[in-house]
């Protein structure tokens, strides 16, 4: 391809943002104004979203009103619960059912205000997913319930039990951690789709086809696999050892933008440290922590020009896994997050629009002639 | 905004394609190696999408089989087809639905194949547009007919009737004129969405919510209004001169990219005189272009350093009444011919890829820290 193209658009600024800032170099995430150190661990996933959809943290009157606006959109229709059971029968991914959800949101609802339509949408990925995944596992779904809050709600539909404080507290965690990250290829589909004066279930319906693929939705399910293999053999150097002797990859390391750690492999380590410690489990994540060091070290001394650090994959895998999220809904799970994001983006964008509309280099013929079908 | 910011992405290439090419200054378009005159009224939809898909028009026998092959996944499930009628029942746009119905284009076909998805979505775009207008007119869905082209099942499935000659020809025309057309908005967020190696259905299903905004889309049924109106009234110059000193605008002339007459204008308008010859409506066609002469020699009085020329819209609009598109459906149908250059343009990516990640200027405040909620 000519060097003149920019086919992955790296470097070229095409939007203004005050909801987050990524500094790769420096390995820095900011959301909202508040270093997403700050937020992990502190805030719920409601008062992130407040933030980044008003710019300031809601009071506690404020946050009341908005996570029960919030629960009383949950809900969805029996049409789209349909659909959502035939995705499942036919063994469709997670990703697929929520495409469908998502692109449905409005139903049952339309303002036309696209901040209640943001509102909507949010409330309702949790729903949509709970209720493919129920569908799947030939269960009944479960009924959102409104005195939840969002994360407490989401591990509720998914097991049809009031899940456990350390849980709910693991999965805000996340929720929070990755609500908003700069312009990642979702964020930029659901921009340009709102910058044509779409709307934002049209702008969250194409990020989540974004997000879907494995090059941004990533792969947490392979990683915890690899995790659990590594933990059963007892033996992280060898497995190591042997990954990048034979020229292959090791997952949960490198990230396009990140140069040095991903600021939130360290959040949610720490949230898979607090959720482990004391869960029965607290061997397995041990082993995780000796994978780490093991592996950024043989990766700094087998690539050292360009040292893979851990990323937000890594993590991921074992915090979803331990507070009860089935590695099939890893990918629809970080949609359930992202939606936020998305979301605001899309009023961003809308609140001071120009329409995406770049070029590019033709390279087929041209002057052609027709000649009838018959003369083929 | 910063000057640094390309919040358009104007004249940043983004791709190289072998697709078409749009030739603003010169006010040309290739499509496939051919000028777009040289396929509108000669080429059937199939075989310019053949076209696109293969880099080359079929010869007989493949014709056949593609056509049969489409023609073979047009069906939609009743899961779909009740989620469409909800839509319907609630009054939401057509764009809407088919949102809805494309996001769900893979139940009861997933293969896994892109190039056979891409099949199965140009195949459905025209059942989920019919089907959700029967219902919005209280009346059954038609099934479609398989020894039906692609442009006469589409008019059979919205009537129920066998379509004339005439309206085949002229939708055909429409049809193949604006199945692809450079990085348009949503034909750039489909490639983005499969940037991330995500699929064909994910792609098409954000191309349908860029195309829904009216800043693409556009506003064809509008422009329909004015036609008539002009038409009722009997004197384009009095409408043409009183618009224009009330500071409003004429619908159905400037372009982004074209700098002279949208060669799809010239195309269209031939398609739409044959139509109306001897159709009993000619005169309203007569109408139409007496004040398309009117409005670019005022426009060009009006506006001396940049005329505005006829755009693809202001024929689009009394030729796609005049087959018997009613103009709720005009931006729907304008996605049952682009789906065509959408799902090419999917596969070309996928081809040659590489992930759409570009940055943002963060303009928001950043070192805040955390305030519980009872002290805010």
Not at 56 to 63: C, M, S, Y
Not at 187 to 204: K, N, Q
Not at 349 to 360: G, T, Y
């Amino acid at each position: 391809m000519s060097d003149d193209v920019r086919a992955g658009l790296e470097g070229v600024t095409v939007a203004e943002t005050s909801l987050s800032r990524v500094d790769g170099e420096a390995g820095e995430l900011v959301v909202g104004g508040y270093p997403v150190e700050e937020l992990a661990g502190n805030a719920t996933y409601e008062e992130v979203v407040f933030l980044l959809l008003e710019g300031r943290l809601p009071t506690a009157d404020e946050l009341d009103s908005f996570r029960a606006d919030l629960a009383a959109r949950r809900e969805i229709g029996e049409e789209v619960r349909n659909v959502l059971r035939r995705a499942a029968d036919e063994g469709l991914p997670a990703m697929d059912a929520l495409r469908m959800g998502v692109a449905a949101a409005n139903l049952g609802g339309e303002t036309g205000d696209e901040r209640e339509t943001a509102s909507r949408v949010i409330a309702v990925v949790p729903t949509v997913v709970a209720t493919y995944w129920r569908y799947r596992e030939g269960l009944a779904p479960v009924d959102p319930r409104p005195e939840l809050g969002h994360a407490a709600n989401y591990l509720f539909m998914l097991t049809g039990e009031q899940p456990t404080e350390r849980a709910v507290r693991g999965l805000e965690s996340y929720l929070v951690t990755v609500v908003d990250h700069g312009l990642n290829a979702s964020t930029f589909t659901a921009r340009t789709v709102v910058s044509t004066e779409s709307d934002v279930v049209s702008g969250a319906t194409a990020a989540v086809g974004a997000l879907k693929g494995p090059l941004h939705g990533g792969a947490p399910g392979p990683v915890l696999d690899m995790l659990r293999e590594i933990h059963e053999r007892g033996d992280p150097g060898t497995y190591v050892r042997e990954t990048l002797e034979g020229g292959e990859r090791l997952m949960g390391f490198g990230h396009r933008v990140y140069r040095v750690r991903d600021p939130r492999a360290a959040v949610l380590s720490e949230a898979a440290e607090q959720f482990y410690a004391g869960s029965g489990q607290a061997e397995f994540f041990e082993t995780v922590e000796r994978f780490e060091r093991v592996a950024v070290k043989a990766l700094a001394e087998h690539k050292p020009d360009r040292p893979l650090e851990t990323n937000v994959e890594f993590y991921t895998a074992p915090l979803l896994w331990g507070v009860g999220v089935p590695p099939e809904l890893f990918t629809a799970t970080f949609a359930v997050s992202r939606v936020g994001g998305w979301t605001a983006h899309c009023l961003e964008q809308l609140a001071d629009n120009r329409i995406v509309r770049p070029v590019a280099t033709y390279t087929g013929p041209t002057g052609r002639t027709w000649t009838p079908v018959e003369e083929r």
